[in-house]
């Protein structure tokens, strides 16, 4: 089966850093995009950011300029690097992957990891 696996999250500052990662484990999955989603309480899960296998990525508008995301295709591996963070910026982070898992095209997500900025 596949697992994503997300760390690097924690409390934070305003105005601090945190990078987060993703791993992607499990046989016969080959990755295309991966995507970084979050969820502030009460508030559905917005897109971040994405990458493709080929590199080329997109932004949530709110995130422009500010994170950065990133993948190492060898070890299966997303990052976000994340830059003058607000307080508006906690919320739990899921990691998502889409791709061919043998020959069926599928979608995983992670359990989350909780990013918390203060003010």
């Known amino acids: 089966q596949v697992q994503l696996v997300e760390s690097g999250g924690g409390l934070v500052q305003a105005g601090g850093s945190l990078r987060l990662s993703c791993a992607a484990s499990?046989?016969?999955?080959?990755?295309?995009?991966m995507r970084w989603y979050y969820q502030a309480p009460g508030k559905q899960r917005e897109l971040v950011a994405g990458?493709?296998?080929?590199?080329?990525?997109n932004y949530a508008d709110f995130v422009k300029g500010r994170f950065t995301i990133s993948r190492d295709n060898a070890k299966n591996t997303v990052y976000l690097q994340m830059n003058s963070l607000k307080p508006e910026d906690t919320a739990v982070y899921y990691c998502?992957?889409?791709?061919?898992?043998?020959?069926?095209?599928?979608?995983?997500w992670g359990q989350g990891t909780q990013v918390t900025v203060s003010s």
């Open positions: 998502n992957a889409d791709g061919y898992y043998y020959s069926d095209y599928r979608s995983y």
């Open positions: 499990g046989n016969n999955f080959r990755i295309n995009n």
């Open positions: 990458i493709t296998r080929g590199g080329s990525t």
